[in-house]
């Protein structure tokens, strides 16, 4: 019998889920992923553990996501391709099972020369794409890659990640098409900063029926500091920072910018709520997780839904 993660009975019941993303110490202190842990609990139906991000070497995601199952968080495993080949896929897709993490974000990862070891040498045997179907396979058909039966096959609520903001923007739809029909159930998208083009791209999504086929669960995050956002607005590629952000941030005084910040964050999830297709907001506040609760509480998503 299939085991269902909070997740997908919160996705399936058609409420507004919402999830979080944690980010795991550059240590092997469970104490760091417990402090996050006990932020978020009671708060969020799914919460995210970064494998590697930026190509940093960090605690890995299946083991903090255990620290966090301890404090009743239904964990979303982040796998990347950068850093393992389909063999080492597919042991650790099998090993996070057995440990009774239901859920599975699919991720190509970011390259080696973007981390703290650009030495090291990425493996990227399959992309997320790939990623997606081998793990749906695994699941649905009984199988490995190379066409080998399971016996206990891992059942996992399958995601991916869609950045709605990159160029060449026409092509993003086709992208999310892909992942969806490759097996993904449900999608985590870039921070939405920019609503309106967020909109459009949503708009083209239901257009060809998307929505029907995989919950679309939109990024927002609070922005902490004008610095920050300009950082993200000229920095990283594939984010959409409005200049009206930036400019909404600048009437307040310095001190009231990380409150106006976390509004700016509840105002986005308000207009999300009412977007077609949009089944739910992943708050981005890595090292900045007390927010959490301000936020989902604000935005009106609070108490969360029990099953």
Known sequence: MKTKSNLERILEAGYFAVTAEVGPPQSADAEEVRKKAKLLSGYVDGFNVTDGQTAVVRMASWAACLIGKEYGLDPIVQMTCRDRNRIALQMDILGIAALGINNILCLTGDHPKFGNHPQAKGVFDVDSVQLIKIVKDMRDEKRFQNGESI???????????????????????????????????????????????????????????????????????????????????????????????????????????????????????????????????????????ETVPEIVEAAGLYPRPKF
Not at 182 to 191: K, S
Not at 203 to 220: N, T
């Open 151 to 289: 016996s206990h096959e891992p059942r996992l609520f399958i995601g991916a990640a869609e950045n709605p903001f990159a160029d060449p923007f026409d092509f993003r739809v086709l992208r999310l098409k892909k992942k969806v029909e490759a097996g993904a159930d449900f999608i985590q998208t870039q921070i939405v900063y920019n609503v309106e083009k967020f909109k459009e791209w949503m708009k083209r999504v239901c257009d060809i029926g998307l929505d029907q086929k995989v919950k679309i669960i939109a990024g927002v995050s609070p922005i902490k500091s004008i610095g920050a956002a300009k950082y993200m607005k000229t920095k990283i590629p594939g984010m959409d920072v409005p200049d009206e952000v930036i400019t909404r941030l600048q009437s307040v005084p310095k001190d009231q910018v990380p409150k106006e910040g976390i509004r700016l964050c509840v105002d986005i999830i308000r207009q999300l709520k009412e977007i077609k297709g949009v089944a739910g907001v992943h708050i981005m506040a890595i090292e900045w997780e």
